[in-house]
């Protein structure tokens, strides 16, 4: 509860961004298993500049408690509150809850800017992530 009165205290902006949770399109190898798998990527992408302003790798299961987990501590790092989030059809139900409590703006979108930045990282030589 302090960190939700916390939060909304932070002054109120016309930043606009976009959240977005996926899987990496490369695959990363184990040690422990020697399997192949594939990162979560928790992104928060201001609208209209393209600027990656958080963005965090996982290795836990893509669930509800964690999209809304990221989507929470990516908001609580922002200097201000941004007017909208935009979110997938897939993560909206899902964060409602979060945006509810926090008094964020949620629009189902199509994500053309975390989208832009999804098809950068499938041209990206994969040895600048070792």
């Known amino acids: 509860m302090f960190e939700k009165a916390k939060y909304k205290k932070k002054p109120k902006s016309a930043l606009q961004l976009e959240y977005d949770l ?24 201001e609208r209209g500049s393209n600027l990656v302003i958080e ?16 989507l929470w501590a990516f908001l609580q790092g922002l200097e201000v509150r941004p007017s909208k989030v935009f979110v997938s059809k897939e993560l909206r139900p899902i964060l409602q809850p979060l945006a509810k409590i926090v008094g964020v703006e949620l629009v ?16 990206v030589p994969m040895d600048l992530f070792e």
């Open 108 to 123: 189902e979108s199509k994500l053309p800017c975390i989208r832009e930045v999804r098809d950068f990282l499938k041209t």
């Open 55 to 70: 963005h965090e790798m996982l290795s836990m299961p893509k669930t509800p408690s964690i999209a809304q987990g990221v």
């Open 22 to 45: 996926f899987y990496m399109p490369f695959g990363v190898e184990t040690e422990e298993t020697n399997r192949t798998v594939y990162p979560i990527a928790g992104m928060l992408v």
